[in-house]
């Protein structure tokens, strides 16, 4: 995995574990809380070649969200879904610095 994957896979675990929809404006986000869970994961992490943030270190329960889409999610057990986020006028493949975003759509409902 890149940094640019790594720092993907933070920003999507984040999201789902203080329960925000990756379509809230940042405006409307409580920001401290947000990076002090960062900030933990990532410290919780720097001494590890694999990411984990569920806590458990064995393949396939690693993370929460990302790297899931369409496996049952594991608070509420309805599909995580995934969109690739690129650069205008580039496809998925063709875009270097291409994201995917991983979210519930329960667990993270959109905001009103």
Known sequence: MTSIGI?????CEVLFLRGVSPW???S?????????LAHRLLA??????????????R???QTWVY???GKPCRRCGRPIR???QHEPGK?????????????????????A
């Open 7 to 11: 720092g993907n896979l933070y920003k």
């Open 24 to 26: 809230t404006p940042v």
């Open 28 to 36: 409307a986000v409580d920001l401290p809380p947000m990076v002090e």
């Open 44 to 57: 919780s992490n720097r001494d590890r070649w694999e990411q984990v943030t569920t806590g458990v270190n």
């Open 59 to 61: 393949p396939g329960q």
């Open 67 to 69: 790297g899931r889409a």
């Open 82 to 84: 995934c969109v690739d």
């Open 91 to 111: 496809t998925r493949h063709g875009d270097p610095y291409a994201r995917s975003t991983y979210w519930c759509p329960n667990c993270q409902p959109e905001p």
